[in-house]
């Protein structure tokens, strides 16, 4: 740390990677990535973007996209001589990430070191103990906190939302009040990040980022982290349009919107389309939609506007489980939607996850026959993972269904940390391996793909992921189910 320096400056550090292929830790998301995908860490675009708002310099290393080591976040934090390190975290990596408290500490004991994400804001005693060299825990939504810890000079006892550390004790302040505008935070700083290392499977464009329109679900699935953020909240469609258009300018030409659902507020969602498609901007852009959100009219604005794929949570074909999880939408209404989207000429992308309460073996064959006759682009079979905090994960504790605490077996493409009594984890590992062999290696879909190229990117993404695919699966002995 610079003591000469009188202006704050802070390092945002996204961790690398603990899997070859990445790992997940945007907004509670959890596990490695499926395929050949790199996506920039949208937490600390956020936040960046926040301090730049209010003048605080800061700097983004995103360690995990651009498979860097510790030795290389040491280095940096050298460099940059923050007064304080902010890093991101999940549930599976958290052993993992902690280390980069460490090596901020062994830069310099004077730098504030600050842990954000799900996993830390529902167990943060316990995150704490873990790591003697964490400072500081946000338990609250973790952008004003941050932004009142620099203003109140790294001091966490004057902010509210956080536990941290003095000296033997580990105390807590009230919580932060919400920001209900989230206007307030600015934009996500997509010109800190280096954009030609993102990738999607499916981008028709490159180079790409990542943005936001809400925050909060309107749902509240037993197995998700979207609740941790309290209320729906959604930014005003001045500021999306003001956004796109410096993206644009950034020379970006993909975006995936992170939303738990684009058009969860439907009226909110033509409103935005309409004034997309009056800009006519050259983006290309992928985003999520429940299955109960979407219908033609929508679909025909939201392909007017640039989007080419749409991705459905479908998770199960089986009611008794959708009920379990309270979904609240039917496997017809997933079909439906499918449908829709590729009459309105979309690709699509259906995400399955096995293991929920109520599974078998037989749901789980007719969960893959289910994807088969739905056929989209891309489907995933993620293991159920109950996620601390969730409603899932109480379940599964309170049943004695969890076989481990160890957080790094908390990912969905690893064998579950739980087995049923009449489903065993390596039932439904095996079922996992399996799903993904039947559903790509089928003759009609690897014809449906190949039909469907249409540019040198496209050719270049299929190869890559058909690659780690194989790597993934084929090596590890899947078979068909």
Known sequence: MNMNRNTPKVALIEPPPLSPMGNLRTLGSIGTFKADIGWPPLDLMILSGLLEKHGIENSILDANTCRLTFHDVKKFIEEQEPDMVVFTTSTPTIYHDLQT???AKEVSQEIVTVAVGTHVMALPEETMQESPSLDVITYSESEMVILDLVRNHYDPSKV???YFRDGETIRKTPPHPLCLDL???GFPAHDKIPLGYYRDPLMKKKPMTITFTERGCISACTYCSAPFYSRVRRRHIEKILQELRWIV???????RFFDCGFTNHVKFAHQLLDEMIREKLDLSWVCNARADRISPDLVEKMKAAGCHMVCIGAESSDPMILKNIKKHITPERVEEAVTQAKKGGMSTTVYFMLGLPGE???TIRETVEFAKRLAPDLATFGIATPHPGTEFYRYMKEH???ITDDWSQFDPMKKPVFSYPDLSSEEIYEAMQAAYV??????????????GLRTWLDL?????NFLGFTQRFLLKGGTVV
Do not use: C, H, W
């Open 249 to 255: 300018s950034l020379g970006i030409k993909e975006v």
């Open 460 to 464: 270049k993404n299929l190869l890559q």
């Open 400 to 402: 004695g269904y969890l």
């Open 438 to 451: 039947s559903f790509y290696l089928r003759p009609s879909y690897m014809f449906r793909r190949m039909k």
């Open 160 to 162: 509210l939302g956080v």
């Open 101 to 103: 408290a460490r090596v």
């Open 183 to 185: 206007d307030e935070f």
């Open 360 to 362: 078998t073996k037989e």
